[in-house]
Structures are given as structure tokens and as C-alpha cells.
């Protein structure tokens, strides 16, 4: 019998070598806390109001997972040589090592768009990196790979941009920590 190669590593939030956004839960706590918060209100108004029925109840619940739906964050995670984003529908990942663009779209939600030589592509809250050096530091070793590799043809800016302001935050708290700020 041959020797039996391991399969490619999958993202896996419980392995040493992957990394995931620290504040994910503590923002998935209060987009719940909203929805219910919203729903609960609804109920009472309406009850208030005495015209709470169970269809009427059953609208207010889906306007709760609506509004769930909306303040749902997406949630990030990376390894060596990939990041995923998934959110309530779908699930994207790239390959960090295999990218050939990174964009960043300023406005009323900044956000950046990654592509890979393989076609696929996401879309991530920049915040996200900034609040999870580790996610930043897989994200900016992948880039390096692709820029040795010669397929990262636009976004070696951004990514440069976004890796020293984190390097500055980091050298800031270190700093202050130690007294020295």
C-alpha cells in the first residue's frame, strides 16, 4: 500500500496555525442583543397596543433575524497561505500566496477586495486586520509570496499602508505599556 499524503489544510478555527478575529464573538453577542432587543420592543408596543398575535409575533421575529442579519459581522479567519470571510449566505476564500490584486474602496464602508490567480475573490472590513495583527501578519506573508512569485500586479500599497499603520499601533501600545509614552 502506498504512503498517504495529507490532504490540504482547511481552515479550521481550533488549529495552532490559524488565526481568527478575537472581537467576532463580542460582535456576534451584540448584533443578537440588538435583534432581540428590537424584537422584544416591537412585542411590548404591540402589546401594549393589544394587538399582539401569533402572526403578528411571528412578523416581529423575522424582522428580529433581519436586523440579525444586518449587524452580523462576518467572520475572518486566515492560515498559511489563505484568508476566509464568511458570512450568513456564503463563504469566499483566496489564496494569499496565488494574489493578483488588492484593492481598497474608501467611503461610507471602507473595505478591501482581494483576487487570486485561481478567480476567486473577497471582501473584508479592513478594521478587522487592524484589530487582529495576527490575521494582518499571515495576510502581509501571503502578499510577499505573491510579489516573489510575480502574481500580485496591483495593491502592494494598500497592503504595505495598512501593515504599518498596525505596526505603529502595536510599537504604540508597547510603548505605553512599558511606560515609555
Known sequence: MGR??????????GRPDTAVDRQWRAAAR???????????????LD???GGLTLPRAGLWAVLGIG??????PSRVTAGDGWLAVRGLV???????????SVRRYDGIAAHLVLRDTHGQWLELDPRVLEANPLLCHLLDAGVRRSL???TL???????????????GQEARAVLTASGLL
Request: zero cysteines.
Open 67 to 72: 436586523v440579525l442579519a444586518v449587524f452580523l
Open 47 to 49: 402589546e401594549g397596543e
Open 153 to 167: 500586479r496591483h495593491g502592494t500599497q494598500v497592503v504595505q499602508e495598512l501593515t504599518d499603520r498596525i505596526d
Open 90 to 100: 456564503h463563504k469566499r476564500r483566496v489564496r494569499t500566496d496565488a494574489l493578483v
Open 4 to 13: 498517504r499524503t495529507a490532504p490540504a489544510a482547511a481552515p479550521h478555527a
Open 30 to 44: 451584540r448584533a443578537l442583543q440588538y435583534a432581540l432587543t428590537f424584537v422584544g420592543l416591537l412585542m411590548m
Open 148 to 150: 516573489a512569485s510575480g
